[in-house]
């Protein structure tokens, strides 16, 4: 984060978040190019209505700004900007390159991506450019140029939105303007072709490279290319992406040098497809895009480890919640509509985890488009329908939690790591199996802690590890010696650490480190011999009761002490779960991925072990969370249930007005945001 907002631990130093709104943010994507103007008299009524402050403006208006090669058209977006701000609506201005118009698609064709196969990719999408085309770069310039020359001083102006989405369909391309931008990166990284050779292995089929101008894009070969270079093509994707980023950014930052800077993040139930926390050093806000898996029975507790994912990277600090759906998408097979009550739990639950604001993509439903059948506040039937009610009443929310905003996330005694090196290594490459991933074991330990009203911190393994009691290590492929040594460090000195399988194997280029599991091996005080990963719908019970499927490992006792063995199957008598002490501290390690039962009953032995207190006393699956400011401290209790759950805290409900005695229940489907009373 560099300019509006402090990094700094001090709860009493407020951030300047609020720039973009006052309280909290609430609106959306609005695309009033789809509409007659007469409809935009209704948008802002029904906005005012509904007390929305915060619109993203102009997402994919490129070739209605720029109508041909440099000719400009702005008199629409002009009366807009205005007709927002007499309403008292708020803009995030994006830079409409996430849809190239026609016209250059037609010029210059070259631009698009092209996959590994070399089939270039055809108009009629939207990110249909290269990161690393120098010709799509001028036009980006020219039109992020304009706008900033034309909206700069707009008095409705907040934020700039870069783009949308970056990487979204782009992220990959294999052109050969890309493979020369690739070897240019090697060549920064790496120096010398030796070096490179060196860290790939590319001994490995006598694939020894004499000089950068060798190396190409891993594009379809046959067979698998190697890791090391896999995992480098990632990193050098996302930085090139990160390079366009920067690029708009500079350009922006020149003309209206006051005006923050961001773009949006898609942090959701897979490892990303950029390096955001990386990235997150580089926006002025750090701003999330999140839609819930319909089919997902527990979304909400997906919902919940990736807004603590959002709040890691933005290091605790408020970040903005500048996408998330009023009901169904469109883009899944099946489109679940949401339950009465589940746009506010949502939204809340967001906020309840450090967000400031929540707009949802989109404002108004489209009727043509391939986004047609995708939710938005105001739905094709209108403002008199479940959808605009329920996101009305939202507003309504958000204006009596106001004092809320500007506040943080209370720090917690558990972390957890996330690092999307690693869990890009895991792809990265052929594995013993296809089914494990890098959220799997980490959504199910946080689901557990979070039933349990623990509050969990997710944090790259190199960040600062002082102040917590407890650390989980869901299945982290990559990790370096150091970051393991920093570890080691900090359980010797009385933390309590949980490893999961298939931990500490590779280092930075994704190659095996020796012995299992690698570089944890001394700290777990086990050894591995060999992995046996189970085969699909394949379950394993463990002797006290546990189970595991997925996964399991031949491993030995090499100081540590068994505290589950195999019950069944091949490895029958070998240990699945160990403990080992280290200093006044320990290291567990889990062998196999354990169902959710398991997970929580090593929960509740870890919880007892390093001492974790609960945010407040409640019934089992209460999301509770605290925010802290200058002033006072917040509990926001979200019950996701069908049956009102007791809650130990006082304090006024700012949503309904009402105090709350401890042991009130909370009622099915509910929200409470206390202003505690003055804790001891
Ligand atoms: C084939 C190839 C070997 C090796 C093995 C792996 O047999 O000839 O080089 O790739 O498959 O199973
Ligand atoms: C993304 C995009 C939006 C829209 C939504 C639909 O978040 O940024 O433009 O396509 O998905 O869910």
Excluded at 205 to 233: E, I
Excluded at 331 to 349: D, F, H, M, T
């Amino acid at each position: 984060m560099t300019s509006i907002l402090s990094r700094a631990n001090d709860l009493a130093q407020p951030t300047e978040f609020r720039r973009i709104s006052d309280g909290f943010a609430f609106g959306g994507d609005y695309s009033p190019e789809q509409w007659p103007e007469e409809v935009w008299v209704e948008d802002i009524a029904l906005m005012r209505r509904a007390g929305v402050n915060s619109v993203n403006l102009g997402v994919f208006s490129w070739g209605l700004i720029e109508v041909s090669d440099g000719e400009f058209d702005f008199g629409w977006l002009d009366r807009i900007m205005d007709l927002l701000h007499e309403g008292g609506v708020g803009v995030n201005l994006a830079t409409p390159t996430a849809a190239p118009p026609i016209w250059l698609h037609q010029a210059h064709p070259e631009i698009l991506p092209v996959d590994d196969r070399g089939i270039r990719m055809a108009q009629g999408g939207r990110l249909g450019w290269s990161p690393s085309s120098a010709t799509f770069r001028t036009y980006a310039m020219r039109i992020v140029e304009k706008l900033a020359e034309r909206y700069g001083e707009h008095p409705a102006l907040r934020l700039w939105h870069v783009s949308n989405e970056l990487g979204n369909e782009n992220n990959h391309c294999f052109s050969d303007e890309t493979g020369q931008a690739w070897q240019r990166w090697l060549m920064k990284k790496f120096g010398t072709i030796d070096a490179l050779n060196e860290a790939w292995g590319t001994a490995f089929w006598g694939h020894h490279y004499t000089s950068f101008g060798q190396l190409q894009p891993p594009r379809h070969s046959g067979t698998g290319h190697n890791p090391g270079l896999l995992l480098d093509f990632e990193r050098f994707s996302s930085d090139a992406l990160l390079d366009h980023y920067r690029a708009e950014r500079e350009v922006l930052r020149r003309i209206t040098p006051d005006i923050p800077i961001t773009t949006n993040f898609m942090v959701q139930n897979h490892p990303g497809v950029a390096d955001y926390r990386a990235w997150a050093a580089e926006v002025d806000l750090v701003a999330n895009d999140h839609y819930t898996i319909g089919i997902d029975p527990e979304r909400h507790g997906e919902l919940a480890f990736s807004a603590d994912r959002v709040r890691g990277m933005a290091g605790g600090d408020p970040w903005l919640l500048i996408e998330h759906s009023t009901s169904a998408v469109n883009w899944q097979p099946r489109n679940r509509a949401k339950s009465v009550g589940e746009l506010a739990r949502n939204s809340l639950a967001h906020i309840a985890r450090g967000a400031e604001g929540a707009l949802f993509f989109q404002w108004r439903q489209s009727t043509a488009g391939s986004e047609q059948f995708h939710s938005a506040v105001v739905p094709h039937g209108g403002a008199d329908t479940k959808v605009y009610r329920e996101a009305e009443a939202l507003g309504a929310t958000l204006t009596a939690i106001a004092e809320v905003a500007g506040s943080r996330v209370e720090k917690a005694s558990v972390a957890m790591f996330f690092d999307y090196d690693a869990a890009m290594a895991l792809r990265a490459g052929r594995k013993p199996t296809v089914d494990v991933t890098a959220i799997d074991a980490a959504l199910d330990f946080h689901r557990a802690l979070t039933a349990r009203g623990i509050a969990v911190d997710v944090l790259h393994p190199s960040d600062d590890l002082d102040g917590y009691a407890a650390i989980v290590v869901p299945t982290l492929l990559l990790m370096t010696a150091k970051d393991a040594a920093r570890l080691a460090a900090w359980v010797t000195a009385g933390g309590h650490a949980v490893v999961t399988y298939f931990s500490g194997i590779v280092n930075e280029h994704n190659r095996v480190h020796g012995t299992y599991p690698g570089v944890l091996r001394e700290l777990l005080g086990i050894r591995v011999e060999e992995f046996f990963p189970l085969l699909g719908g394949e379950r394993v019970a463990l002797d006290n009761g546990w189970a595991g499927s997925i996964w399991t490992e031949l491993a030995h006792l090499d100081g540590a002490e068994p505290v589950a063995s195999y019950a069944s199957g091949e490895l029958f008598g070998v240990p699945a779960v160990t403990r080992n002490a280290v200093g006044s501290g320990s290291a567990s390690y889990v062998a196999t991925h354990l169902d959710p039962e398991s997970i929580g009953s090593l929960v509740d032995d870890l919880i007892d072990r390093a001492q974790l207190a609960p945010v407040a006393g409640a019934d089992r699956g209460l999301e509770v969370t605290r925010r802290v400011g200058p002033d006072g401290t917040w509990l926001f209790a979200i019950n996701h249930s069908s049956s009102p759950l007791h809650l130990e805290a006082s304090g006024l409900d700012l949503v309904t007005g009402t105090r709350f005695e401890p042991g009130a229940v909370v009622p099915a489907g509910a929200v409470v945001v206390l202003r505690e009373d003055a804790r001891s």
